[in-house]
């Protein structure tokens, strides 16, 4: 398959994906304030691996991903009515920290005391 095709296809799974993670009903999903950070396809399509973060943590990402696993037939099927596709990738769940890390980096930077007149002495 070609490269665009492959990237068109990955953004389609990523956007249904986030639309299908709103209609599950599981706790564990549910209950996270999840965000998918990357998906990434074969290019055969066999395979799709999502990176899942939540804001709550890397535990509750966890969590999070054990419920997505267990409905990721459901998921599978519902992915493959709404992109018509030939094959529909199996789906594989990891989950990161990237949301509580940027929330922390955003955190120290804030906390910095900067003022303006000190930029503008750095700038000149």
Do not use: Q, W
């Not at 249904?16 to 996270?32: N, Y």
């Not at 055969?44 to 990721?72: F, M, N, P, W």
């Not at 949301?99 to 930077?109: D, V």
């Amino acid at each position: 398959m070609s490269g665009h095709k492959i990237e068109r296809t990955t953004e389609d799974i990523r956007r249904e994906l986030t639309a299908i993670f709103r209609e599950l009903k599981d706790p564990r999903v549910t209950g996270a304030f999840l965000s998918i950070v990357r998906v990434e396809v074969t290019n055969d399509l066999s395979y799709c691996t999502v990176h899942v973060s939540a804001i709550e943590g890397l535990d509750r990402a966890k969590e999070a991903v054990k419920g997505l696993k267990s409905a990721s037939g459901y998921i599978r099927r519902e992915l493959g009515h709404r992109l018509r596709l030939r094959h529909v990738p199996e789906l594989i769940f990891n989950a990161t920290d990237s949301i509580e890390y940027s929330a922390n980096i955003s955190r120290i930077l804030s906390g910095l005391d900067i003022k303006e007149s000190e930029e503008e002495d750095a700038d000149s």
